[in-house]
């Protein structure tokens, strides 16, 4: 029995795509993944006409209906369905795959870091660890205060002397001193010579002399270059900033759709669809993270939304949101799946694939765009030195106003306590 496919007559054949470049181009019909199937139709005498019902990649619905490339494919309106189509698993129960060829990825182009705010400039010097280990060192400093004043007072003979200094006797003094000397201030008066204090309390002196050293010259650094939060790099990273990333689209999120971890369950959760004009407006807010797939041969995607001014305030995550390698679809039992496959082979192990897709990042896509998209792997920092600013001493003015309203706090109820007390229970002068 004849083979009908190898000679099939200038049969017309329809694809459904639409303009994805460099993938796809639908009017002049062109593009890497067209290629491919235009090399079908040379080599099996048939001729390609491009169908697109506005549906993008579409949809099989519960009841039958269908629409987009998937629809169209699953009910014969196309013969072929070529738009950077990845190896989703909702499209397999109705459509077949083409063999693969190279492999895609997507990631997100997300906002810049932004320069670190100036009311966390004091504590960015030591890390979280640092700061607890820093409070603990002042609490243990006062208990010790306490401690080795209460046994000098009680069994040493500088009972009299130490009593007369009125100094560490309390516990809320110990914790106040403590609180000074972590900021290298001295005592009011000498302390009493050869006492156990004395060189407990020089001990300490050079423990946060040295602590202080060292926080005095990284606040310097922080203080003369510029500061950025981390960048999101990794899928963990997104899912714990609860970003929300826009598409026109929810087969952006097939290959993510049905994974148990954590972040991607969130990840999933916070993509959102808008249409075109919509996402032209969302894009430059630099508040959400838009769509961008590598391509196998190092070019980009490019999208009407993502500008050039888009791109310039962007950071593009260094991992991908998802990959898979690109496939044509075609009906279920299509006669033509087998010749595609070997259209492809052949395409692949001549390199013209790679080839191609230069050729039509040449043509369609923006060079300029595609070294910028290049340039936003990596975080740009601008970390020259620059003149200290007001913004540089606001966390300073923001503890100081703090100590200042704690201060007048605690004066007006001393005030009001003294007063309450009575002129007859008020201390007398000796």
């Known amino acids: ?72 494919v699953y009910d014969g309106r196309a013969d072929f369905g070529a738009a950077a189509v990845y190896l989703w698993l909702p499209y397999f129960y109705f459509v077949d795959y083409s063999t693969s060829y190279l492999y895609s990825a997507s990631t997100l182009l997300v906002p810049k870091p932004h320069p ?27 208990v010790f205060m306490y401690v080795i004043t209460y046994f000098t007072v009680k069994y040493t003979r500088f009972t009299e002397a130490v009593r007369k200094r009125r100094m560490f006797l309390d516990k809320l003094d110990c914790l106040f001193r403590a609180l000074g000397l972590a900021v290298l201030q001295q005592p009011s008066t000498p302390l009493v ?10 001990s300490f002196e050079f423990l946060f002399l040295i602590t202080s050293s060292i926080y005095a010259a990284e606040l310097a650094s922080y203080l003369t270059v510029p500061r950025y939060e981390k960048p999101i790099d990794t899928l963990i990273e997104l899912a714990d900033s609860g970003m929300i990333w826009i598409g026109e689209h929810e087969s952006w999120t097939y290959s993510l759709r049905g994974m148990t971890d954590p972040e991607i369950v969130t990840i999933v959760n916070n993509y959102r669809i808008f249409s075109h004009e919509k996402l032209r407006q969302l894009a430059p807010t630099g508040e959400y993270g838009l769509i961008v797939e590598r391509l196998p041969g190092g070019q980009y995607t490019e999208q009407e939304h993502v500008t050039d001014e888009v791109v310039a305030q962007s950071h593009m995550m260094a ?19 087998k010749y595609l496959n070997k259209v492809i082979s052949n395409v692949l192990c001549g390199g013209f694939y790679l080839y191609w897709e230069r050729e039509m990042s040449r043509k ?67």
């Open 1 to 72: 029995m004849p083979d009908m496919v190898k000679n099939l007559q200038n049969k017309t054949l329809k694809i459904m795509t639409f303009d994805y470049d460099p993938y796809t181009h639908f009017e002049p019909l062109d593009g890497t993944e067209i290629k491919l199937i235009q090399e079908f139709c040379k080599k099996h005498n048939c001729s390609l006409v491009a169908v697109d019902d506005g549906h993008f990649w579409g949809d099989i619905f519960e009841n039958g209906t269908s629409d987009g490339l998937a629809g169209m």
């Open 116 to 142: 670190v705010s100036g009311w966390k400039t004091p504590f960015m010097p030591f890390d979280v660890f640092t700061w607890i280990g820093y409070g603990l060192s002042v609490i243990m400093a006062a």
């Open 193 to 202: 010579p050869n006492t156990p204090i004395r060189h407990l309390f020089t």
């Open 319 to 337: 991992e991908n949101l998802f990959g898979s390698p690109p496939v044509i679809a075609v009906r279920k039992g299509s006669p033509y799946r």
């Open 364 to 430: 369609y896509l923006h060079s300029r765009r595609q070294l910028a998209l290049r340039e936003a792997e990596h975080p740009h920092y601008k970390d020259i030195p620059k003149r200290l600013t007001i913004s540089h001493i606001q966390g300073g003015l923001y503890l100081y106003s703090l100590g200042i309203t704690i201060s007048l706090f605690v004066f007006i109820l001393e005030l009001f306590h003294f007063k309450a007390k009575g002129p007859k229970n008020r201390p007398k002068d000796k």
